[in-house]
Nanobody
């Protein structure tokens, strides 16, 4: 059972923070790239961050760079997305995905396992 499960979404005011978790089962995240994706209501899914396995660089999209931080906890087999300075435009469903040998600069393809998403609402 190779899977990833997102958690940590919720309702937050503009300027607030949330931390999303992507917990892996059946595989070791250290050997996979882990990507985070955002799908705003009525819009296409967008790759916003990626933590590499090896030989690649951490990726942030222009829309989140400077506000979001991705990290990995090998002991918990989990990748986190710390989201600060949240804006109403950050509202939507956040998905994580895992890819073996995936290059973080290629966010549009090559992912092996997808989670079902966790919902974030940024509203006052």
């Amino acid at each position: 059972q190779l899977r990833v499960v997102e958690s940590g979404g919720g309702l937050v005011q503009p300027g607030g923070s949330l931390r999303l978790s992507c917990a892996a089962s059946g595989f070791t995240v250290r050997y996979y790239a882990i990507g985070w994706f955002h799908q705003a209501p009525g819009k296409e899914r967008e790759g916003i961050s990626c933590y590499p396995s090896s030989g690649n660089n951490i990726f942030y999209s222009d829309s989140v760079r400077g506000r979001f931080t991705i990290s990995r906890d090998d002991a918990k087999n989990t990748v986190y997305l710390q989201m600060d300075s949240l804006k109403p435009g950050d509202t939507g469903v956040y998905f994580c995905a895992a890819g073996t040998g995936h290059i973080c600069s290629h966010m549009d393809y090559g992912w092996d396992y997808w989670g079902e998403g966790t919902t974030v609402t940024v509203s006052s």
